[in-house]
């Protein structure tokens, strides 16, 4: 068996599809943090079957959570401190992305203004489909 010490204050990323875990730890940019970060791959789960559990060392304010929400939001966010579960909470699709995605539509204005931030709201949560601010276009 496997073990994995706790931490003694900051965040657990749980119910992450089995596999996921490296694209979150690439999208919340991790790799350039000063933590320590912990990733579980292929951990048992009686409700997923597998899934994947990131633990990282650092305050909740440190994590974007829009990005996390956008990858999977169905994701819980166990907040610890003193070794233990203060707070869990549940992900939902952020009404607005800022920078997460880009527009790949050649004629929109981000295309030509490059310092423009790439804006997409949620036009669809059913479905969950993004549309970009300035031209509309479908992202995915």
């Known amino acids: 068996m496997l073990n994995i010490s706790g931490i003694q204050e900051g965040v657990v990323l749980d119910h992450i599809q089995a596999g996921k875990s490296m694209d979150i730890y690439?999208?919340?940019?991790l790799g350039k943090m000063d933590c320590t970060v912990a990733i579980i791959k292929n951990a048992r789960s009686s409700k997923m079957g597998r899934?994947?559990?990131?633990k990282i060392e650092a305050p909740?304010?440190?994590?974007?959570?829009?990005?996390?929400?956008y990858i999977d939001h169905n994701i819980t966010v166990n907040l610890i401190r003193d070794d233990v579960i203060v707070e869990k909470k549940r992900l939902s699709l952020p009404k607005e992305l800022v920078n997460v995605i880009h527009c790949k539509n050649p004629r929109c204005i981000t295309s030509v203004e490059q310092e423009l931030p790439h804006i997409f709201y949620l036009a669809d949560e059913e479905n969950q489909i993004y549309r970009c601010r300035y031209c509309d276009e479908k992202h995915g």
Do not use: A, E, P
């Not at 899934?51 to 990131?54: A, L, N, R, T």
């Open 51 to 54: 899934k994947d559990i990131i």
């Open 60 to 69: 909740l304010d440190s994590i974007d959570l829009d990005v996390l929400g």
């Open 26 to 29: 690439h999208h919340l940019g």
